[in-house]
């Protein structure tokens, strides 16, 4: 059974910093897109940023593309969210993804992810 447990979110000042974890579990991450998600309140669900496991090229949204970098760590099976230069408008439940199919993970499409996590909050007040 696969599983997907995020952990590193809460609450931090505009301008602060936050790193989510993902731990993946019950089966090997190849081939495979580890995307992070986000959805705020009375927004659609957003892709942020995403990895392609095998060689782990990043793909970012532009909303956050230089201030947020997405890494992993293929003997932990973790992937993760670091989160520099954080605004207000970052508040969301983040949730992390695999898309096992390995292929565009660039587009972020959160359609073709099988796999999800429970979401993790992430508040930046100003």
């Known amino acids: 059974q696969v599983q997907l447990v995020e952990s590193g979110g809460g609450s931090v000042q505009a301008g602060g910093s936050l790193r989510l974890s993902c731990a993946a579990s019950?089966?090997?991450?190849?081939?495979?897109?580890m995307g992070w998600f986000r959805q705020a309140p009375g927004k659609e669900r957003e892709g942020v940023a995403a990895i392609y496991t095998d060689d782990g090229t990043p793909y970012y949204a532009g909303s956050v593309a230089g201030r947020f970098t997405i890494s992993q760590d293929n003997a932990e099976n973790t992937v993760y969210l670091q989160m520099n230069s954080l605004k207000p408008e970052d508040t969301a439940v983040y949730s992390c993804a695999a898309h096992p199919r390995g292929y565009n993970c660039w587009a972020l499409d959160g359609d073709e992810y099988n796999y999800w996590g429970q979401g993790t909050q992430v508040t930046v007040s100003s």
């Open positions: 019950g089966y090997t991450a190849s081939n495979t897109c």
